[in-house]
Structures are given as structure tokens and as C-alpha cells.
């Protein structure tokens, strides 16, 4: 069976292109249609609405220390405490979140520089 061709462009290649182009068409109106990205420059009425904090195991190391004249090994574990502080724009219905490392724990004191 012979294929029809237009102009030297088989029937199929005609279909596959219209096909293609219907997608693009209403794909760019989906795009159109689409909820507005708020830009940097609009004005939101920012009020913290929670604080938290989540102390995170985040290793450990030795150190040596005197005692009674003679030289000792210890573990000291490190945790980091992270403060997570939320924002609310009650003007768009945003939320923003902001997070610190608050503080660096050691569970041993030492003061060999770690």
C-alpha cells in the first residue's frame, strides 16, 4: 500500500506535525492561564509566627586531658542546635521560613581548640 503524499511530505509527517503544534497551542494557553509569581517588589506584611529549635548529633572527635599527672583520652560528642523561625504575610497568604545554626554544643568542656 503507497502512502499519500502532499508536496513530497507523506500524510503521516502531516498528522504527527498538526498533532505537535495542538499540543504547543493549548500547552502555551495552560501557561498563560497560570497562577501570578508575586514579585520582590510587592510589600508583605512579614510577622513572626513560631520559633523552634532541634539539636541535630553531628559527630565527635577525642581529646586528651591531664589528670593527676597523667594523660587521659576523652570523646566529646558535637550536636549543633538549629533555631527555625516561620513568617506569615497575612496580606498573600505567604509563609517564609528562615534557619540559624544557633549554637555549637560540645558535651565535654576541654580546651584543646575544639
Avoid at 500524510?11 to 509569581?37: D, H
Avoid at 523552634?52 to 558535637?78: A, P, Q, S
Amino acid at each position: 500500500m503507497k502512502s499519500i503524499e502532499i508536496g513530497g511530505v507523506s500524510r503521516i509527517k502531516i498528522i504527527r506535525c498538526l498533532v505537535i503544534l495542538t499540543v504547543l497551542f493549548f500547552g502555551a494557553q495552560q501557561i498563560v492561564m497560570a497562577e501570578r509569581i508575586p514579585t520582590t517588589t510587592e510589600e508583605h506584611n512579614w510577622q513572626q509566627s513560631s520559633v523552634h529549635y532541634d539539636t541535630i548529633l553531628v559527630g565527635e572527635h577525642e581529646y586528651t586531658y591531664w589528670k593527676n599527672f597523667m594523660k587521659r583520652k576523652r570523646t566529646c560528642t558535637i550536636s549543633h542546635r538549629i533555631k527555625t523561625v516561620v513568617y506569615y504575610c497575612d496580606i498573600h497568604n505567604h509563609t517564609k521560613v528562615e534557619t540559624f545554626l544557633d549554637e555549637v554544643i560540645h558535651s565535654e568542656k576541654h580546651r584543646d581548640g575544639h
